[in-house]
């Protein structure tokens, strides 16, 4: 393989970055398990602040479209990538104390996950919440200094009238991605609930399936939050120099 060899960035590919395992603590006393993703030779111009999918249904820090942000991004678009394993919630990173909460006692793991970016000086946070993640997204992230948010495949499930009313008022951006095949919120269900939501930006995604299986939906979706939040970097490249994949010490 010579030096100028490229890859196609795929699922299992991981781009240099600065990793670090990470532990938050929140206010009623227990230790969250995670992980913080940087670019490697630079400060970060923003950060995601990942929230994953139902953890009864088997949903955890590594779900796939979070893992391949943090694989991909710190590299690809300047981007910090805090992803964690809420209350309860177990991979092969370890497993944080507690249990699941329904949505309700995860308003505290929300609150130390921003906490944490807070005291690391972490910039420009907005948090990327998938299924079960955009409930809490939704539900308490207006409790903190957040550039906007992002939410992929909202069940809407959890999330009362009441709290999806307080962004009507919200000054940060939020982006929705519905999927076409979603299981739970079809594209003409979300635009009734979501009516009135000034600063939303709803994609209604073809062919798109809740879990966005595929690297074609994996690409989409990552292409969308980059919109987002840094849309200098785009177009993502989709190969990459083979001989500096090598791992990345801190």
Same mark, same amino acid.
């Given at each position: !393989? ?20 990470? @532990? ?30 139902? +953890? ?6 590594? #779900? ?24 309860? *919630? #177990? /991979? ?21 996950? !921003? ?15 998938? #299924? ?20 992929? /495949? ?5 999330? /009362? ?8 008022? $919200? *000054?940060?951006? !939020? ?10 919120? &079809?594209?003409?269900? $979300? ?9 939303? *930006? ?6 798109? &399936? ?5 690297? /074609? ?13 840094? +849309?200098? $970097?785009?177009?993502?490249?989709? @190969?990459? +120099?083979?001989?500096?994949?090598? +791992?990345?010490?801190?």
């Amino acid at each position: !393989m010579t030096d100028d060899t490229m890859i196609e960035i795929r699922a299992g590919v991981e781009l240099p970055a600065r990793r670090e395992e990470v @532990e938050l603590r929140t206010d009623d006393g227990l230790r969250l398990v995670g992980e913080l993703a940087q670019p490697a030779d630079r400060a970060p111009v923003a950060t995601l602040v990942t929230l994953h999918p139902l +953890p009864t249904a088997g949903g955890f820090m590594d #779900s796939h479209i979070l893992r391949k942000a943090a694989a991909r991004l710190p590299a690809l678009a300047d981007l910090a990538v805090l992803r964690f394993n809420t209350r309860g *919630t #177990s /991979s092969p990173r370890g497993t944080s104390d507690g249990e699941f909460g329904h949505g309700v006692s995860e308003r505290a793991d929300v609150a130390a996950a !921003m906490r944490f970016v807070a005291e690391r000086g972490l910039p420009n946070p907005w948090l990327v919440g998938w #299924s079960f993640g955009t409930e809490l997204a939704l539900k308490y992230g207006l409790e903190h200094g957040i550039a906007g948010a992002i939410l992929l /495949s909202p069940p809407l499930h959890r999330t /009362s009238e009441e709290e999806l009313a307080r962004w009507r008022s $919200a *000054t940060v951006p !939020m982006v929705a991605l519905i999927p076409e095949h979603d299981d739970y919120l &079809k594209p003409a269900e $979300a635009a009734q609930r979501f009516e009135g939501l000034p600063n939303l *930006t709803r994609i209604d995604v073809e062919g798109g &399936k809740h879990l966005w299986v595929g690297e /074609s939906q994996t690409r989409r979706v990552l292409d969308e939050i980059v919109r987002a939040v840094n +849309p200098s $970097a785009l177009p993502l490249p989709t @190969e990459w +120099p083979a001989a500096s994949l090598a +791992p990345t010490q801190d």
